[in-house]
């Protein structure tokens, strides 16, 4: 069975670079034809698609924060990762990794239980 | 990108049914048949429970069933059980590879 766990540091200061890590286990990243995403859920807002990348790449981001993104993936560790530039108070949320389906097509059927990142000072 | 709009809340008693609904703009439920549902508990990930507007997945119990009616998708919870307090996101396909979710919805039992 496919699980995903988030890692990374619980805390960023402003203007700096929020680096997350998600680590597969019980399948392959390179297997099944899925995409792997981030979606994040920013307090008392709901869940927001920031962008997922194929096992060989070809990553598409949220236009929303297309600049400051980058998810890259790396078959070698089955992980792949998540790096947003230059960030405020407003990307305080609760980070997920997630699969996006491809018999459920178009959906995220399997989901990391989540990391809390605070932007602060 | 626009969120998807939900309303706030919906409430129901215990055996009842209730439906959320979601709508958007008409190019993203005009062209794409692609909305996915989401339950989400407190302090939990989401889990999904709706995929191509009105399938379901294996886990998922049979009184939860989706629909879609012009630039509206809806979630429709028959039998309204405890376990069914939580908040409820629908996602669509917007086109360009990307996605966009709603708002969400918080589900109560009276």
């Known amino acids: 069975q496919v699980q995903l766990q988030e890692s990374g540091p619980g805390l960023v200061k402003p203007s700096q670079t929020l680096s997350l890590t998600c680590s597969v286990s019980?399948?392959?990243?390179?297997?099944?034809?899925?995409?792997w995403s981030w979606i994040r859920h920013q307090p008392g807002r709901g869940l927001e698609w920031i962008g997922y990348t194929f096992y060989s790449g070809s990553p598409n981001y949220s236009p929303s924060l297309r600049g400051r993104t980058t998810i890259s993936p790396d078959p070698s560790k089955n992980q792949f990762s998540l790096s947003l530039t230059s960030v405020t108070a407003a990307d305080t949320a609760v980070y997920y990794c997630a699969r996006r389906g491809v018999i459920l097509r178009d959906a995220f059927d399997i989901w990391g239980q989540g990391i809390m990142v605070v932007v602060s000072s | 990108q626009s969120a998807l709009t939900q309303p706030a809340s919906v409430s129901g008693s215990p055996g009842q049914s209730i439906t959320i609904s979601c709508s958007g703009p008409s190019y993203y439920f005009g062209n794409y048949d692609l909305v996915s549902w989401y339950q989400q508990h407190p302090g939990k990930a989401p889990q999904l429970i709706i995929y191509e507007v009105n399938k379901r997945p294996s886990w998922v119990a049979y009184r939860f069933s989706g629909s879609k009616s012009g630039y509206t998708a809806s979630l429709t919870i028959s039998g309204l059980q405890a376990e069914d307090e939580a908040d409820y996101y629908c996602?669509?396909?917007?086109?360009?590879?990307?996605?966009?979710f709603g708002s969400g919805t918080r589900v109560t039992l009276l």
């Open positions: 019980g399948g392959s990243i390179s297997s099944g034809g899925h995409y």
């Open positions: 996602c669509s396909y917007a086109g360009s590879s990307t996605y966009v």
